[in-house]
């Protein structure tokens, strides 16, 4: 651990000593280590997951390093490497380490093959229903991202180094999670650790030229947006893409929620949604995601079959026969 290291780093890592020696060991222990995260993965998710692979490899390199998930349909391999297919092989005699980042819950792992390892450690920011690794896990419910936990993590680890790649890929996953550092989960400590990756001169200015970049066709997808939004009495606006119009803005289902923040900073709204509709054939759904200015928008996401963060989750109903329903639960909480 470096003196040099910024007070609200050093004392977030004392303040979870223990946790971290059992994670230490577990990486010394294991010479096949796995790093898995959450389906349908944002910029946390691929940034916490590639931040923490890269960093092993960087300073373990005798180490077998591997990682998995689904890929992003525009992050990949724009932002991050596509995900490493593996044969059940390597995962056969169970002698490697998962570790688990940015997802609360079992189902939401994105390959279930994380079950045979012989030591497990999660990393998350998640409230979870039940826990994954129980000898090794650090769960900041409060924390604005899973990168700025991981990240936390191999700064306070004793004669690591951080290289620019690593630094790269945990900002951006911090960015993403805490909105620009706009969400009210972003605190000193999230600046602190920012701060630390800076020290590496990973260049801003490029990282989010990437992260939000645009195309002529994306302008095309606002514009309908917000000629299709409703708001409800209390302020909840929101706007439906049925498949049909995902398909004719050339759009996936996962992609449905990118324009959901035009919302974010207009007077007189208060929560915003994006409703997607999903015709997969195991679970056809509406998809929602969930933003708030102020207040905790968590209970109505957990009621509709999802969760997450006070001002930021998921959820999803069944039919548009159920949007009144779920709209009337949030447009309550502003009353």
């Given at each position: 651990m470096s003196s040099n290291l910024h007070p609200e780093v050093l004392s977030f890592g004392k303040a979870h000593k223990k946790e971290y020696a059992a994670i230490r060991r577990a990486i010394l222990r294991y010479n096949k280590i796995a790093v898995f995260r959450h389906i349908k993965p944002d910029f946390d998710a691929m940034g916490s997951q590639m931040g923490l692979v890269t960093w092993l490899k960087d300073n373990f390199p005798e180490k077998e390093v591997r990682f998995l998930g689904d890929n992003h349909v525009t992050f990949t391999p724009r932002l991050f490497p596509e995900t490493e297919n593996l044969p059940n092989d390597w995962f056969a005699k169970g002698d490697f380490l998962a570790i688990i980042v940015d997802?609360?819950?079992?189902?939401?792992?994105?390959?279930?093959?994380?079950?045979?390892?012989?030591?497990k450690v999660k990393i998350d920011h998640h409230p979870c229903k039940t826990e994954i690794a129980k000898r090794a896990t650090v769960c900041e419910k409060s924390s604005a991202s899973a990168a700025e936990l991981v990240a936390d993590f191999c700064l306070n680890f004793k004669g690591a180094k951080m290289s620019q790649e690593a630094a790269r890929y945990f900002y951006i996953g911090i960015v993403g999670d805490s909105g620009r550092f706009l969400f009210s989960s972003t605190s000193a400590h999230t600046f602190a650790v920012a701060e630390e990756l800076l020290k590496t001169g990973i260049n801003i200015n490029k990282i989010y030229l990437a992260m939000y970049q645009k195309t002529i066709q994306s302008l095309k997808n606002q514009a309908y947006v917000l000629s299709h939004f409703s708001v409800t009495p209390h302020g909840v606006s929101y706007y439906l893409l049925p498949y049909d119009v995902q398909q004719e803005l050339k759009i996936t289902t996962e992609q449905g929620k990118e324009n959901v923040n035009l919302f974010s900073n207009i007077e007189g709204i208060n929560a915003w949604c994006s409703i997607t509709e999903d015709v997969d054939k195991k679970e056809p759904c509406w998809r929602i995601s969930i933003r708030s200015k102020e207040k905790d928008i968590s209970g109505v996401a957990n009621k509709w079959g999802g969760g997450g963060h006070a001002q930021a989750s998921g959820a999803k109903i069944k039919d548009l026969s159920e949007l009144n329903a779920f709209l009337q639960d949030l447009d309550d909480l502003f009353r």
């Open positions: 997802v609360g819950d079992v189902e939401r792992i994105a390959d279930p093959r994380f079950q045979h390892a012989r030591y």
